[in-house]
């Protein structure tokens, strides 16, 4: 895994408060997505990812190819939404497993409803659009780093339900303007929290603080917006 310098972490912090990145959402009218149906593509996008591979950062990835995409391109048709969600996922793992799905699989993944031309086409224009940049930190990636660098003995339970909380960040349009290194660092807290690690949360965001300068006050008003999101579940 690729480490997350401090200087990583210092350029997230001075750019994540003024990024938009979901700003398709708000731009035109004529866009067949909305928040219900990002959401729901996202959450479709990270469920068909874990079938594929084990590897967390591929849907993380993928779901900010899908946004990069969608900022630049308007979409009217909602249908096509399936064939760049499918495409985002195979280009994060081509990124990060080495391998991929050919046209043919793609094909056969989603139905026979694109043609060979039609998912070619699509990643050809997604990574002009994108300008061949797919190097990208998730939430994922930050919160391992994190932990490596604070915490000793296994950390695997607490990765678990950091990474089932991220998720739920990156599919909601609201949350997922927190950008990854909010969204890692509040999913380890909640993490924490419903592992009855309480204390050893207070003295972690301690820790974050010296290390990102993202005060405990930021996590815990994030944490708030998560769990009444959760709330609606329930």
């Not at 398709?24 to 729901?40: G, I, P």
């Not at 930190?137 to 003995?153: F, K, M, N, Q, Y």
Request: proline share 3%; charged share 20%.
């Amino acid at each position: 895994m690729q480490r997350v310098s401090e200087a990583t972490i210092d350029y997230q912090i001075d750019n994540e408060a003024n990024s938009n990145r979901i700003r398709y959402l708000n731009q035109n009218s004529n866009n067949s997505v909305n928040k219900e149906s990002r959401e729901k593509l996202v959450n479709w996008m990270l469920d068909s990812a874990s079938n594929f591979t084990s590897n967390p950062k591929v849907p993380q990835l993928a779901v900010f190819y899908l946004d990069s995409f969608l900022n630049q391109k308007l979409v009217r048709d909602p249908k096509v939404l399936e064939l760049i969600g499918i495409v985002s996922i195979n280009l994060a793992l081509k990124i990060e497993v080495g391998n991929a799905f050919t046209p043919q699989c793609i094909k056969h993944i989603v139905s026979d409803r694109f043609s060979l031309n039609q998912i070619a086409t699509t990643e050809v224009f997604m990574l002009n659009c994108l300008e061949w940049k797919l190097l990208f930190h998730t939430p994922a990636e930050i919160a391992r780093s994190l932990l490596e660098d604070s915490c000793e003995g296994n950390c695997s339970k607490i990765i678990e339900l950091a990474d089932n909380y991220s998720a739920l960040c990156l599919a909601d349009a609201e949350l997922y303007r927190g950008g990854p290194l909010i969204i890692a660092i509040t999913s380890i807290c909640c993490s924490l929290q419903k592992l009855n690690l309480t204390k050893f949360q207070e003295n972690w965001l301690l820790w974050v603080q010296e290390k990102t300068q993202v005060k405990p006050e930021t996590i815990e008003n994030f944490k708030h917006f998560i769990y009444e999101k959760i709330k609606k579940f329930c």
